[in-house]
């Protein structure tokens, strides 16, 4: 089946140290987005790519970096997570920027040590 | 920017219909989302709204009217597996932003 993948699944990080999340889909869609959500608040978007073009949120913080190697594969870079960042990180796609729903992965909780 | 407002909790009886309402402010509008969220999973598209009215999908409902910034979806036939939260996403210029989310908790 179609769909967005995340891994890991759960991610455990020491304070200050770079960790990786990842991000795959078979949609073949134009968008991806990166989102964190803490518990009980909403998805916050960090950054999307439409194809290679980069969009970083006005308030996401330079900690925070982004690859798109490909259409099927996007990155989440943290340089040094700090115990803020612990969170679930989901990955989304969308064939286009606007009116087209977003096809969410099943996410990457991320705790910071 | 996006300012999205919807009750944080609410509580229905299974069979029972629950209507969840999300007001916005928006500088840009093209449509409005609802996305279920079950605890510690990620979001799945219910339904999206541009024109004002109903749009129906089988159990669940949602509404629009874009002059009163207003937004509801209708859960009807209640079961235990829609507890879950019930997230209002309002597509602005480029942009989804995303609303906290109403928890819904369904009882016996």
């Known amino acids: 089946d179609a769909m967005v993948i995340q891994n890991p699944r759960y991610q455990v990080t020491q304070f200050g140290k770079p960790v990786t999340l990842s991000c795959s889909q078979t949609l073949n869609h134009n968008v991806m987005y990166w989102y964190q959500q803490k518990s009980s608040q909403a998805p916050k978007l960090l950054f999307h790519?439409?194809?290679?073009?980069?969009?970083n949120e006005a308030d996401t913080p330079d900690n925070f970096q982004s690859r798109r190697p490909n259409t099927s594969f996007c990155f989440l870079d943290i340089r040094s997570p700090g115990l803020g960042d612990a969170a679930m990180y989901l990955c989304a796609t969308s064939r286009d920027i606007s009116g087209d729903t977003q096809y969410f992965g099943p996410g990457t909780r991320l705790t910071v040590l | 920017g996006q300012n999205i407002d919807q009750p944080t909790e609410m509580t229905a009886t299974e069979g029972a219909i629950v209507q969840i309402n999300c007001t916005y402010q928006t500088s840009g509008f093209n449509g409005l989302f609802w996305y279920q969220q079950h605890a510690g999973e990620a979001p799945t598209f219910l339904s999206y709204?541009?024109?004002?009215g109903l749009e129906e999908k089988g159990r669940f409902s949602s509404f629009l009217s874009r002059s009163k910034g207003y937004s509801y979806l209708l859960l009807k036939e209640l079961q235990m597996k829609d507890s879950a939260s019930y997230l209002c996403a309002v597509e602005g210029y480029q942009k989804v932003t995303f609303g906290i989310g109403t928890k819904l908790q369904v009882i016996p």
């Open positions: 790519y439409y194809d290679k073009d980069f969009n």
């Open positions: 709204n541009v024109l004002d």
